[in-house]
């Protein structure tokens, strides 16, 4: 497979990373707005730029994508209300991260490790409480809030000519890590090439995606948003990787957003590769997760998924029952629009008291966003966990704060706990 190059905003023909014209549709889910832009009261009057959420695969690499690049700055804008340390099974995941890629790849302690796509650098936090030096690479201002909390942060979009300034001023890196990112990035051919130049030789690029084989298991239609231009499996990540210098050299399913991979790329060709590697490409095979009859009844599921979801609200409203949204991840946009949830059947939604989003409006349907201690006070009848993917302990925690409503788990099966 030939080296990428950069994708142009706008509507795309060819696979993003093998170029080829052969791409099955999958659903055709809705028009949306970018899932994190957040409108304020004032903003609702004013209109809002819809994209389309079409679903395709490459039949010749396998790639799951998405057909149209928004731009990147209208997704990742300054005041991008997003932050990975707020939630706490998040937090903790992320933390993890530190000592098991460490051990893993045999780091040392003194090495430079680099995040991309740093948020509010709650990654390296587990890194520098190992020694090692850190340097968080955020577009946007979350960048301010990783500098307090004491994480050296380039407030900049990652290209070649910052890993150039970078290996200026704090020398190459051991490890270059991008959590939720690397499927983000319509730039990928520049930024495979600057993870390149500010590497060692035989330095480890550590990235976490979705999985597309996670997806398919547990049904997740509402993780196609227009930040997720990939979704990745194995055979295409290694094609990917082999076209750029790097060695695919293992990869593990990790939990994180419902069902990631975490796979490590070395620079360099030829290096050892782990078993797990074949084992997942077995898996996947397995799984049927290159075939086109895959995809047709996963888009059935999804279409029967909708049909459900919104007949219950429609219920539920009919029967003058309550019923709000409890969190706000970028994830639930594509949820509430794909099935039409709008206030008059989801007059709000929760969030904790130190998210970023309170007092705004979800895209696309306009929901107003709300102090969980609202929610508390009122006791709806049903509470819609929209981050269901955590579902568990969502509902435990917010149990022991006393809520006593009926709890709407819209995927992978729509179900209700008393």
């Known amino acids: 497979m030939p080296r990428i190059t950069d994708l142009a905003v706008g509507h795309l023909t060819r696979c993003q990373i093998c170029g080829a014209e052969d791409l099955?549709?999958?659903?055709e889910l809705c028009f949306s707005a970018p899932?994190?832009?957040?409108?304020t009261a004032a903003q609702l009057a004013a209109g809002e730029t819809s994209y389309p959420l079409n679903l395709l695969r490459c039949r010749a690499c396998g790639l799951v994508q998405i057909d149209y690049v928004v731009d990147p700055k209208e997704l990742f804008f300054p005041e991008y209300p997003y932050r990975s340390g707020i939630t706490e099974t998040l937090r903790r995941n992320l933390h993890a991260i530190a000592a098991h890629v460490s051990d893993r790849i045999g780091l040392r302690g003194d090495s430079l490790v680099v995040d991309i796509g740093s948020n509010d650098g709650t990654i390296l936090q587990g890194f520098r409480s190992k020694g090692m030096r850190v340097l968080g690479v955020e577009p946007t201002n979350i960048a301010q809030i990783a500098v307090a909390n004491g994480i050296p942060t380039v407030n900049a979009f990652f290209d070649p000519?910052?890993?150039r300034r970078i290996v200026a001023e704090h020398g190459r890196a051991g490890l270059v890590t991008a959590a939720n990112v690397f499927a983000h990035v319509n730039t990928l051919g520049s930024l495979l090439e600057g993870i390149g130049h500010l590497l060692d030789d035989g330095g480890h690029f550590v990235s976490e995606s979705h999985y597309m084989l996670a997806i398919l298991e547990t049904l997740q239609y509402d993780s196609i948003y227009h930040e997720h231009l990939r979704y990745y499996l194995v055979k295409p990540l290694r094609a990917l990787f082999d076209a750029h210098g790097f060695t695919l050299v293992d990869a593990e399913r990790i939990p994180n957003y419902g069902g990631s991979i975490r796979a490590y790329a070395r620079k360099g060709t030829g290096h050892r590769v782990e078993r797990r590697i074949e084992e997942l490409l077995a898996l996947e095979e397995n799984a049927r997760a290159y075939d086109d009859e895959t995809y047709a009844r996963f888009a059935d599921r999804i279409r029967r998924s909708r049909r459900e979801l919104r007949s219950l609200m429609v219920r539920l409203a009919d029967e003058g029952k309550t019923v709000v949204g409890v969190g706000c991840p970028g994830r639930c946009v594509t949820l509430l629009a794909y099935c039409a949830i709008t206030p008059?059947?989801?007059?709000?939604?929760?969030?904790?008291s130190s998210s970023l989003?309170?007092?705004?409006?979800?895209?696309?349907?306009?929901?107003?966003?709300?102090?969980?201690?609202?929610?508390?006070?009122?006791?709806?009848?049903?509470?819609?966990?929209?981050?269901?993917?955590?579902?568990?302990?969502?509902?435990?925690a917010l149990r022991?704060?006393?809520?006593?409503s009926k709890v709407i788990v819209p995927l992978p099966e729509l179900r209700i706990v008393d």
């Open 24 to 27: 099955q549709p999958v659903i």
């Open 161 to 163: 000519q910052a890993a």
């Open 400 to 404: 022991e704060k006393g809520l006593r």
């Open 35 to 39: 899932c994190d832009s957040l409108r």
């Open 357 to 396: 989003k309170l007092g705004m409006f979800t895209p696309t349907t306009h929901i107003p966003i709300r102090d969980e201690a609202i929610m508390l006070k009122e006791q709806p009848d049903y509470a819609l966990i929209l981050s269901w993917h955590y579902a568990d302990p969502i509902i435990r």
């Open 344 to 352: 008059d059947l989801l007059p709000y939604i929760a969030e904790q």
